[in-house]
């Protein structure tokens, strides 16, 4: 089900109305809105949108969003595209409004530990402005330099660190939020705590899009940790020994700022890929740093619990170009993929202490359905990414069939939703969840439902009708 | 204005209707209910409950809900009643709803770093079962040792700690609560990071009891910090002084743990409680403590600067006899203005970069209306606790007003009104807010629209009616 906004007007009026008052920030060049169909899921739209408006400041979101709610047009909000659900993709009689160009920096209190910025601001360009003066803005998603702080919050993106230093949630201090009626809405606040009333910001944070366009954030910022950064390497006979080491580093009480686990698909993967020998066939791999002035002695103790919980080999280096070395393992596995055909990469989350049963899971549904399913996981929070490789001739099979009579496609195999959900339900099942950290967007909305219940799904209904009560918002996505 | 429930039977018929249906779980006795009209702000509503309902199940608060929504009666949840600002006393017509007897921890997993709890688990007692597993519920308000869990939900409750751990919301992972029509809804999960539809859990976190009534908390524990606590204790020559230097730790990108600051009144009210000596007319205290493997490293540093940035004395130390004499002083500091009269505790929370205009103003006031207003400070985090002291005599007299003539109040002469209402508006003013963690309940109601704004508001009150169309969730607090 595709939810359209039912205008009141036709196409060519909107184009009209909206370049009389935004001029050349109106883009209608079909080749520009045939891209703004797909993300980086790979999924396309059927529909191009009407317009895009290339909004430069807020009072042009202000203006496109009016003239969206006078007309009963959806607005599809967008940053750089680099979601993994389809979330920002256009869907029919749509405008997307890009806040890609409202990307200034507006401030950076160092006293105060935060910056306001503009939508649009790539994460890493925030970090690489703050970096001389010592501090990160944390939130690291594997997008992080080429996705925008907009999008990260409209995701609640998470990343390999997040297990320690938190997801963006826990990042964003406070809103500007254009509502779908135009008026302007500040939420939250510059101070660290305060309990004024319900809590806006975060419920913002991780809504796609679907409750108003965010204009500006104020966003928490973080010293950089002092002190080096260790790196661990180890392998493992297989996934589920390399799992339960890293259950008995959590055990530990020892917080690794990153604990990456790859099942054996991915070591292979990676192996054919860099051509490096195998360890052994069925081995997993463990990435883990510690930061911080004691990461050394975190790191000592990290190494000797993997060495006495089963690793065939463990290599520990505070050295920055050995530590890269062991990194790069990881670093290789997406590029292994993408080498062999278009990656659907999911995004399941369960308790840390199921961690190990879900991977047996991925294995059963692999075996089942004879399709290959590499997963990667952040082991300090309970985060995997089962990947699907789909061969670049089922893509063009597909592609060629959408030609014909477009519809919304990915060129995705039956067989690899089947599997999917089969993941999806194993995951809720273990008490986990649909989605970490790359949200539902399009592509998880069907089994939306599972998770959130019947009577959670009509309550989270009810509340973007009290922000969008005419549906303009992102429509399809998510709800 | 006290906002009503309107029933539409008489309260004698619904304490019938409770009592039929949980027997003695239901209680009338006058002396009860009338303990209820407070809390440890001091205020005291005009308005006995109809009844108290000890719930000691789920079953029991979905019971009474049920009845108090037929039959449109206030229902008014309640933990320890320890609470600041009078957001669990009765209301006129009301049923008080005590959790106090759900007081079960219901799971721990290490493996996981979550506990479940009931909502009337007291914060300290979670701690306690903790400990020897090295593990820690992290928020910490200075009522940990008799508040509830479930009111430190409902205030979004801070602590000592929460600049460095954070505030009751980040502790928070999933909630079981009952609506106001008495079904039951999950929020959140058992997982670290997901974003699956919009964050309910951190809607609930500070909702004060206007949104359903919390039954159940899955929250995060964290590893009890390794290594040594170190303390510093330092005085300074002014309260601006003591700001500046707390700044300068900040910019030095040092996060201790614990960071207070006590302002002169502070000082010399707890020098003539002890009977220490003064070290100086007007003198400001500073108190530091540092943990985890780097605490020794990270204490020596800050006593640096404090010594750099004026500090009249330093004193450091990781003997814990040694550090817990430098921490009594702070710890005093309540004892002392107890000794005085009743105490209004304010708890204002500007930028950090602004805490030493908000001591300013803070002066600027207390010589303007000729009071005292003793002042401590977290200030790592730029939350500040104004004190005022009303004296005994001043208490009885509006006691003796209230026996003839019952009204809301708290035996507040009314220069204390408008010298708080000032502190209310600088605080808004610098960039604030009128509460960082004691919530709004009813003594700060009328300045909520000052912080939200008209239409701010007004989107919050359309929120809360998606969840109690009705409006018998704690009618008359916040809202």
């Not at 190494?303 to 505070?318: F, H, K, P, R, W």
């Not at 170009?321 to 080498?339: D, V």
């Not at 939703?417 to 099942?429: I, P, T």
Request: hydrophobic share 45%; net charge negative.
């Amino acid at each position: 089900m595709v939810v359209v906004a039912s205008s009141s007007v036709s196409p060519s009026v909107v184009v009209d109305l909206l370049r009389e008052e935004l001029g050349d920030r109106v883009v209608t060049d079909p080749a520009v809105l045939d891209a703004l169909r797909t993300d980086k899921s790979g999924w396309w739209s059927a529909d191009p949108a009407i317009a895009l408006v290339e909004a430069r400041e807020v009072g042009d979101v202000q203006t496109a969003v009016r003239i969206a709610h006078r007309h009963g047009v959806a607005i599809v909000p967008r940053g750089a595209g680099t979601g993994l659900a389809g979330g920002a993709t256009s869907t029919a009689g749509c405008i997307v409004l890009s806040l890609l160009q409202m990307n200034r920096i507006l401030e950076i209190s160092l006293h105060d530990e935060l910056a306001v910025v503009e939508p649009g601001v790539i994460n890493q360009a925030l970090s690489d402005t703050l970096a001389p003066h010592g501090y990160v803005f944390s939130p690291d998603p594997a997008s992080k330099a080429i996705s925008t702080i907009g999008g990260n919050i409209a995701n609640n993106a998470g990343g390999l660190l997040c297990a320690k230093y938190g997801v963006t949630r826990e990042a964003i201090l406070g809103l500007t939020v254009v509502l779908p009626d135009g008026s302007l809405l500040e939420t939250g606040r510059r101070t660290v705590k305060g309990v004024t009333g319900y809590d806006l910001t975060a419920l913002f944070t991780g809504s796609e899009g679907t409750l108003g366009v965010v204009v500006q954030a104020t966003v928490r910022i973080r010293p950089i940790p002092e002190g080096p950064v260790a790196t661990i390497g180890a392998f493992f006979s297989d996934v589920t020994a390399a799992a339960a080491a890293c259950a008995a580093v959590t055990a530990a009480r020892v917080r690794p700022a990153v604990m990456e686990l790859m099942d054996a698909a991915s070591v292979a993967s990676v192996d054919r890929y860099l051509g490096t020998p195998s360890v052994q066939p069925g081995a997993a791999y463990v990435l883990v740093q510690t930061d911080t002035l004691s990461a050394e002695a975190e790191a000592a103790q990290i190494a000797s619990i993997l060495d006495t919980n089963g690793a065939l080999q463990v290599e520990l280096s505070t050295d920055p170009a050995a530590g890269e070395a062991l990194l790069a393992f990881r670093r290789a596995f997406h590029p292994s993929l993408e080498a062999l055909g278009e990656v659907l990469v999911e995004d399941v989350c369960v308790p840390r202490s199921n961690l190990a049963a879900m991977f047996a899971e991925i294995e059963r549904i692999s075996v089942a359905y004879g399709i290959a399913i590499p997963t990667v996981s952040h082991a300090g929070d309970g985060n995997l990414h089962p990947n699907f490789v789909i061969s670049r001739a089922a893509v063009e099979d597909s592609d060629a069939a959408a030609d014909a009579a477009p519809t919304d496609q990915l060129g995705v195999p039956d067989v690899v939703w089947q599997a999917a959900d089969e993941l999806f339900q194993a995951s809720v099942r273990l008490g986990g969840t649909l989605t970490g950290e790359h949200g539902v967007g399009v592509l998880k909305r069907r089994w939306l439902e599972n998770e959130l219940g019947t009577a959670g799904l009509d309550l989270q209904r009810r509340i973007k009708a009290v922000f969008d009560p005419t549906g303009i918002m992102n429509p399809g996505k998510v709800y």
